[in-house]
């Protein structure tokens, strides 16, 4: 069975600076997606960046962009002038043709 | 455009009791899903739905029923609640197979079983 591992249980940054999160997932598809969402403390789940396994080049979302390196199987999210909005829980997951799967997630503080 | 919502937002339960959540999302998707959050662990899903009246199990579908009667529903039953069912269920809905597309996210239903 897949699994996604999010070894960061908490992170900080100050606002204005750049934050890395981690992730990383098994599995033995060849065909898959990844993601990040961000769950505020309105519990509302929103997606931040998404990534296509059989794109080499990693995706952006102005702020927000991803390291993917698929033979090592990581896929960590990189924050740039972090806002105190950005303050939440962060989860990654990985989805295939019939099935879903989430990291623990990481709770990012924003320190102004 | 509401977009997911979910019915009720909270409950308390006594072991055994039955109940029905109640997912409506107005965005015409075909794929709509049931997932629980629990402390210190990611979402896991429970059910799924590619389409009307077909339902298909996810990672933790044991103690759960679904239906799929109209596309724009989806419902979660306990039939017999437990209090390791004690927990925040989340109602998503995609335009594609979740693997493609965003999945749209209700806001939650808080479940406690005594």
């Known amino acids: 069975a897949q699994t996604v591992t999010q070894s960061q249980p908490e992170m900080s940054v100050q606002e204005a600076e750049t934050v890395t999160l981690s992730c990383t997932y098994d599995?033995?598809?060849?065909?898959?997606?990844l993601f990040w969402y961000k769950q505020p403390p309105s519990r509302q789940m929103i997606l931040v960046i998404r990534?296509?396994?059989?794109?080499?080049q990693n995706a952006t979302e102005n702020r927000f962009s991803v390291n993917f390196q698929k033979a090592a199987k990581s896929f960590s999210l990189k924050i740039s002038d972090s806002q105190l909005g950005d303050a939440a829980m962060y989860f990654c997951?990985?989805?295939?043709?019939?099935?879903?799967?989430f990291g623990a997630g990481t709770r990012l503080t924003v320190k102004p | 455009n509401a977009g997911v919502t979910q019915t009720p937002k909270f409950r308390v339960l006594k072991t055994g009791q039955s109940m029905t959540l109640l997912c409506a999302q107005d965005?015409?998707?075909?794929?709509m899903y049931w997932y629980r959050q629990d402390p210190g662990m990611g979402l896991r899903l429970i059910h799924y739905s590619v389409g009307e009246g077909t339902t298909a199990k996810g990672e933790v579908p044991d103690g759960y029923n679904v239906s799929r009667l109209k596309k724009q529903n989806f419902l979660l039953g306990l039939e017999s609640a437990a209090p390791s069912q004690t927990s925040v269920y989340f109602c998503?809905?995609?335009?594609?197979?979740?693997?493609?597309?965003?999945?749209?996210f209700g806001p939650g239903t808080r479940l406690t079983v005594l």
């Open positions: 997951a990985y989805g295939n043709n019939n099935d879903m799967r």
């Open positions: 965005m015409n998707h075909e794929y």
């Open positions: 599995t033995s598809e060849s065909d898959y997606y």
């Open positions: 990534q296509e396994a059989y794109k080499q």
């Open positions: 998503a809905s995609s335009e594609e197979r979740f693997s493609y597309n965003e999945q749209f």
